[in-house]
């Protein structure tokens, strides 16, 4: 697979920056490398930190495509597998990724689905040897140089999307946000219930839905960057152009899955970051 | 699919107008919601649906199937609360 680096003026503009961090010792491999994944109509990400430990959150809709692509890159462990929300198109590719590698610590929004999806995702995690089960409360997961802080989900009703559970992920000066499928209602609550900072990437919520993004949202997390996970030819309409207007005109720069397959993001400790993008560009 | 003819679906998701089935194999199906009884169009909704001729599921003819659900719900509470028992609690270094 080949890639295109892409470079914004921002980004240029930001990396004469990274030449300090060289210069203190920090070398220019020491990166975050965040990878949005092309599984069609749904989402996944593979997060690496410097150190190589890796974070899974959400596994595709496709039984075996994740764990397909894990086992072809020589991946046996992952260190933390996260549910966003118990939807298919999030979850559908868990229990494989359960029998393909070692998960060493398990999360989700603690919501009981009554899909057989959901019950073999379940099932693998209790069958999963030495696993660490982390309820999705706020707390903070440290993983070599990452953090990542959980955003707990309101738990005001049972809907899956509306109690997706949120993660800051830091690296340094450097920080992405993901949300699952949060609503307004949930990126409402958070606004209000936690302190939700500025960040450097933001992985649009719900496919990019007129209903996953706020005006108040989009001010608050301010992104360089918007991930749109989304299928091409998808019938729900994802991404909207109103998500879209809104995220653009608060500055960001969109990348889509179903226009530019995956989509990979190699932050510096100093806050910068370059977007890769395949040429073998999947549009599944 | 069962004696009957019938296959269990469940309401995934809502996503606009349509809703998202998922059968006990993991397939999804997307159907209008207009094409199914008020009743069955809710998330986590357990279907039981009539197979046609053809092996075309019916459905309108669906029904919601409660306790069904509730079994379901109930084994994976059950899970979840056993899971649970392995959360170190507080904040985590992997």
């Known amino acids: 697979m080949t890639w295109l680096v892409i470079l914004s003026s921002l980004v240029i503009a930001q990396a004469t920056g990274s030449q300090g961090a060289a210069a203190t010792g920090r070398g220019q491999d020491e990166v975050l490398s965040i990878r949005q994944l092309d599984v069609g109509q749904g989402d996944a990400a593979l997060i690496t930190t410097p150190e190589g430990r890796r974070i899974l959150i959400d596994a595709g809709p496709n039984a075996h495509q994740v764990a397909g692509i894990l086992r072809s890159e020589g991946i046996d462990t992952v260190d933390l597998m996260v549910a966003s929300h118990a939807h298919a198109d999030h979850i559908g590719g868990m229990p494989a990724v359960f029998l393909a590698v070692t998960v060493r610590a398990y999360m989700d929004n603690g919501i009981p689905h009554t899909t057989a999806t959901y019950a073999r995702t379940i099932a693998a995690a209790e069958r999963e040897p030495g696993l660490q089960y982390l309820a999705a409360t706020g707390r903070t997961i440290t993983l070599g140089s990452a953090t990542v802080r959980v955003l707990p989900p309101p738990r005001v009703d049972g809907s899956q999307n509306n109690n997706s559970v949120g993660l800051l992920i830091e690296y340094g000066d450097f920080s992405a946000l993901y949300t699952g499928d949060s609503e307004r209602r949930e990126l409402t609550h958070w606004l209000r219930a936690e302190p939700i900072p500025s960040v450097e990437l933001v992985k649009a919520a719900h496919h990019g839905a007129r209903n996953g993004v706020t005006a108040n949202w989009v001010e608050a997390t301010a992104p360089q960057l918007v991930l749109i996970p989304a299928g091409s030819r998808n019938r729900y309409g994802h991404p909207s152009p109103f998500a879209l207007q809104l995220w653009t005109a608060g500055g960001a720069r969109i990348y889509r899955t179903d226009q530019m397959g995956e989509i990979e993001v190699k932050a510096r400790r100093d806050g910068t970051f370059t977007v890769h993008l395949s040429t073998d560009r999947g549009g599944r | ?94």
């Open chain 2, 1 to 94: 699919m069962t004696k009957d003819s019938s296959k269990i679906f469940v309401v995934d998701r809502r996503e606009g107008k349509i809703v998202v089935l998922v059968d006990d194999d993991g397939n999804t199906t997307e159907v209008e919601a207009a094409s199914l009884p008020p009743r069955c169009r809710r998330e986590g909704t357990v279907l039981r649906v009539p197979i046609g001729a053809r092996s075309v599921p019916l459905w309108s003819k669906a029904v919601s199937d409660p306790a069904e659900k509730k079994r379901r719900l109930a084994d994976a509470t059950a899970r979840l609360a056993k899971l649970k028992r392995k959360d170190p609690g507080g904040d985590v270094t992997l």
